[in-house]
């Protein structure tokens, strides 16, 4: 089984002034396996054709983590940032299942 090493991305809203929300982005390095490996090229209204993963990454989480699953929102995975589509907790880890490529805001 192949091993994961990488950075994931967890995007938060917070207050920069009354009534002023902004994205507040924090990446953290876990390790962990790489569970499951496909990529398929998807036709589209564009020009280009999309590639999606169908990638799951289990890693080994802290309290962080945990204490922020809901706002996971990416992977990054051989040199590209991958939507997280959805998490399962499996304590003491975290299953990442992976989407198309992540267009979002980066850490400042």
């Known amino acids: 089984m192949p091993k994961f090493c990488g950075a994931v991305g967890f995007v938060t809203q917070r207050e920069t002034k009354p009534g002023i929300w902004e994205d507040q982005v924090v990446e953290k390095t876990y390790f962990g396996d790489e569970l499951k490996v496909t990529?398929?090229?998807?036709?589209t209204d564009h020009l280009n054709e999309d590639l999606n993963a169908a990638l799951s990454i289990s890693i080994?989480?802290?309290k962080f983590a945990y204490d922020?699953?809901?706002a996971i929102r990416y992977v990054s995975w051989m040199g590209s940032l991958w939507d997280v589509t959805s998490v399962e907790p499996q304590r003491p880890r975290l299953i990442l299942t992976v989407g198309g490529?992540?267009?979002g805001k980066r850490p400042d």
Not at 39 to 43: F, I, L, Q
Request: proline content about 0%; hydrophobic content about 35%; glycine content about 0%.
């Open 60 to 62: 080994v989480a802290d």
């Open 39 to 43: 990529r398929r090229w998807e036709k």
């Open 101 to 103: 490529v992540y267009h």
């Open 68 to 70: 922020n699953v809901s």
